[in-house]
């Protein structure tokens, strides 16, 4: 059954530097989505790309975030200036449609910033 | 923005017995309800969903309601079995006309405890 994989699955990062989070969605898919998830939290909605672009982003997806679909499989996360607080794991997600359609989620990436 | 509340936080049942989780949400607009559920450390993997022209859907031990007018939604899960002790989250998104990648919302989550 194809799945997203992401990678690397645990990144330790210094504050205040930049980590790049990958993921290839299943490859039929046209819509993409990172999401993340404080430990013991709920998952939150990060940001939303179709088409090359983004489609929606959340509150908290600032000028420190961005997001790159850099060839024909690769989906990337880029955290420019990594805080405390965006220690979390990171999910990314894909979907055949944007409308109504399953989310299929990755394994996940834990961030941890030191 | 769209707002989901969930409850319970923690659900505790003995074997066998059923088990409902309930979830409110906020913007009307919403139409796809899922519900994903997580195993410690594993991703989010999706049970069951439901769209707003449904009102109820089941699949085998686990049936999903909703009530639009109340903006209620909940989930169902009869014969609990060890297997079925994990986080249960819900979630709503606003399928937009035209295809629009609607991000998910997701509620706190039920961490389901089946008591052998």
């Known amino acids: 059954e194809p799945e997203v994989t992401q990678t690397p699955s645990h990144q330790v990062t210094q504050m205040g530097q930049e980590v790049i989070l990958r993921c290839v969605p299943i490859?039929?898919?046209?819509?993409f989505y990172w999401y993340r998830q404080i430990l013991g939290q709920k998952v939150e909605f990060l940001v939303s790309?179709?088409?090359?672009?983004?489609?929606?982003k959340s509150e908290i997806f600032d000028d420190q975030f961005s997001v790159e679909r850099p060839d024909g499989s690769n989906f990337t996360l880029k955290i420019r200036s990594t805080k405390l607080e965006d220690s979390a794991m990171y999910f990314c997600?894909?979907?055949?449609?944007?409308?109504?359609?399953?989310?299929?989620f990755g394994q996940g990436t834990r961030l941890t910033v030191v | 923005g769209e707002n989901v509340e969930q409850h319970p936080s923690t659900l505790s049942v003995q074997e066998g017995d059923s088990a409902v989780i309930k979830c409110t949400y906020s913007?009307?607009?919403?139409?796809?309800f899922p519900w994903y559920k997580q195993e410690l450390g594993k991703r989010p993997q999706l049970i069951i969903d439901i769209r707003s022209n449904v009102g109820e859907k089941k699949d085998q031990r686990i049936a999903v309601t909703l009530n639009k007018t109340a903006k209620h939604f909940s989930l169902h899960i009869t014969e609990t079995q060890p297997e079925d002790s994990a986080v249960y989250f819900c979630a709503a998104s606003i399928g937009a006309s035209g295809g629009g990648a609607d991000g998910l919302t997701f509620g706190k989550g039920t961490h389901l405890i089946i008591q052998p």
């Open positions: 913007d009307s607009a919403s139409n796809y």
């Open positions: 997600a894909s979907r055949i449609t944007g409308r109504n359609t399953e989310a299929f």
């Open positions: 490859s039929n898919h046209l819509y």
């Open positions: 790309f179709y088409n090359n672009e983004i489609s929606e």
